[in-house]
């Protein structure tokens, strides 16, 4: 059970990282960018999982303190990789909805020196689950910094054809369900080449999530996906890990 109060001792005590794991392309196989991952080394518990700790920090409102702490982190460290390669940071709905998310990406972007464009925010679709009139017009003020977005989890609960309408998000994520059940499944394969077609057709590149054999990504290329990502390719490594990978790679 994760408690408010550990969680802000946990920032404050310098308790978070970020792990990072790398986007592959399907056209030649070299790393285009990596995606940061909140970890938690509690002192007693051990490493606590996101999924467990970031509803308890969009409740309270310390994912706004941890988001930008992230941002900013994940900037620095991007800004020591080699020039095109990108990081894609995880932005919660309750961020986009808070004011000041474009000052903080500025804010991050300027200290790290990082060009706009080599920044990628991550969001995930239930943003659009209590859509205000703000939404959309959050989303295009994030755009206009210059930053990648992506379309994060794409197909999971809550989806609908029309946010992408509302919105034209650069790069759409299949979310790994659809990417574990394409071998077993025709239907998950027929689901994932209707929205690799309808990705392509409003100009948007693909990434699929949770890759973790070989024949995946012999169907995913043969069905026009542009990257994936998964424990195939590598599992989310420390920050300092990341360079050497990229050296060793391919
Ligand atoms: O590796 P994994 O267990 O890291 O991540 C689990 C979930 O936590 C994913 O849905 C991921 O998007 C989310 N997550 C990981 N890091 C962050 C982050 O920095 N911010 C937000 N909002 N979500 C994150
Ligand atoms: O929601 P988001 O896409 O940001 O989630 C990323 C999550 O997916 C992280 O928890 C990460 O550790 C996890 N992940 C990354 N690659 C794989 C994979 O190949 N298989 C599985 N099962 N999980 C993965
Ligand atoms: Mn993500
Ligand atoms: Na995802």
Redesign the pocket.
């Known amino acids: 059970l994760v408690l408010e109060r550990d969680l802000r001792e946990a920032i404050e005590r310098g308790q978070l990282e ?2 990072f ?1 790398p986007k592959v392309s399907l056209r030649d196989w070299t790393v285009t960018g990596f995606e ?4 938690w080394n509690h002192p007693e518990h051990g490493p606590i ?3 467990e700790f ?1 509803p308890v ?2 409740e309270s409102g310390l ?1 706004l303190q ?2 930008e702490w ?1 941002l900013g982190q994940a900037c620095l460290e991007a800004a020591r990789w080699p020039d095109p390669l990108q990081v894609a ?4 709905p309750v ?1 986009v909805m808070a004011q000041n998310l474009p000052d903080a990406v500025q804010r991050a972007l300027q200290r790290s020196g990082l060009a706009p464009h080599r920044l990628e925010l ?1 969001i ?1 679709e239930s943003v659009f689950i209590n859509e205000t009139r703000g939404t959309v017009e959050r989303l295009h003020a994030l755009g206009r910094l210059g930053v990648q977005i992506a379309l ?2 794409f197909g999971t609960g809550y989806s609908s054809l029309a946010y992408l309408r509302r919105f034209p998000f650069d790069t759409l994520k299949i979310d790994r369900a659809f990417v574990r059940e394409l071998l077993i499944s025709r239907d998950a394969r027929s689901i994932v080449r209707n929205i690799l077609a309808l990705a392509q057709s409003l100009r948007m590149s693909t990434v699929a999530e949770g890759v973790e054999e070989p024949m995946q990504v012999s169907v995913l290329e043969a069905e026009g996906c542009d990257m994936v990502q998964g424990y195939y390719a590598s599992r ?1 490594m420390p920050a300092r890990d990341v360079i050497e990978f990229v050296l060793n790679w391919g």
């Open positions: 970020l792990h794991q940061a991952l909140l970890r999982s996101p999924v970031i920090a969009e994912i941890m988001g992230a940071v995880n932005i919660s961020q991550e995930t994060d989890d989310p």
